[in-house]
């Protein structure tokens, strides 16, 4: 199986305690997992997201389209799979007291980033790898259904962020605070994306990519940290105390709309 596409899983921080090697039964699961996502997003990005079945792709990779969701719960995540690695670094990360919730986000998309560029190394083309790219951005940008899986992601990773912020600052995550903290840290995630779309163009060294996407992300990382620097432990006594802290899954159903009974 050739990675075709970024491995997000391999950008995963182990657990403290977890072993440093992965079984190989992990490592199967992993190269099938990536093989699945290789394949669906060159046939979503040749012929469309909408024209492209499951099955097909299950078909392609040789397996059966039972096998593909117990992988990916969802066509969409089969093209954007990298959001559970954010998720679970986020949620690591900001719950670090050594690093600030800036300096933790900035950690994570500069992870991102190396991967990204890595992978965009070790292509026979890179200027072909580059188009690769855009044409993934713009295939997003006209599905709908992609759009909106997006939207709800975000919608889930602010849900997450918020959850860890307000356990820094001993507040509710359903605060003021740690809601517009977490709003405005995710929006980083969406200056490295049209970064990197503006800096893959074809033009420019792998360096100079990698240099310019940094720039821009650390200069709107620097414009929201001193507002981050206000959020910290603080007495409110008309508030309800700190509620319990959820899991990811929990905050990804509570973070889903309700879906009315039929």
């Known amino acids: 199986m050739s990675k075709r596409t970024v491995d997000w899983t391999a ?18 699961k992993r190269l099938m997992r990536q093989q699945l996502s290789d394949t669906a997003t060159e046939m979503f990005i040749d012929r469309g997201f909408d024209a492209v079945r499951v099955l097909e792709v299950a078909e392609a990779c ?29 949620q690591t990360d900001l719950a670090d007291p050594d690093a600030s919730p800036v300096q933790a986000a900035l950690r994570i998309l500069a992870d991102e980033l190396r991967g990204l560029t890595s992978w965009l190394a070790a292509q026979d083309d890179p200027v072909a790898a580059c188009a690769l790219f855009q044409r993934f951005g713009s295939l997003i940008n006209s599905t709908p259904a992609l759009r909106a899986h997006q939207h709800d992601m975000t919608d889930q990773l602010i849900a997450v962020a918020a959850e860890s912020l307000a356990g820094r600052a001993g507040m509710n995550p359903g605060d ?19 970064s990197l779309r503006k800096h893959l163009d074809g033009t420019h060294s792998l360096a100079r990519i990698h240099q310019g996407v940094t720039d821009d992300v650390e200069r709107a990382g620097k414009l929201i940290n001193a507002g981050l620097h206000s959020l910290k432990r603080a007495d409110h006594p008309h508030d309800e105390p700190p509620r319990k802290r959820h899991s990811s899954e929990q905050v990804r159903k509570s973070a889903r709309p309700a879906r009315p009974a039929r």
């Open 11 to 28: 950008l995963r921080t182990p657990r403290p305690g977890a072993p440093e090697a992965a079984s190989l039964r992990e490592r199967k």
């Open 176 to 194: 003021p605070e740690p809601q517009i903290a977490a709003t405005a840290i995710l929006g980083l995630w969406h200056v490295q994306f049209l």
């Open 62 to 90: 040789g397996v059966s389209e039972k096998t593909v969701y117990n992988y990916f719960p969802t066509k969409e995540s089969l093209l954007l799979d990298r959001w559970d690695i954010t998720m679970a670094s986020l």
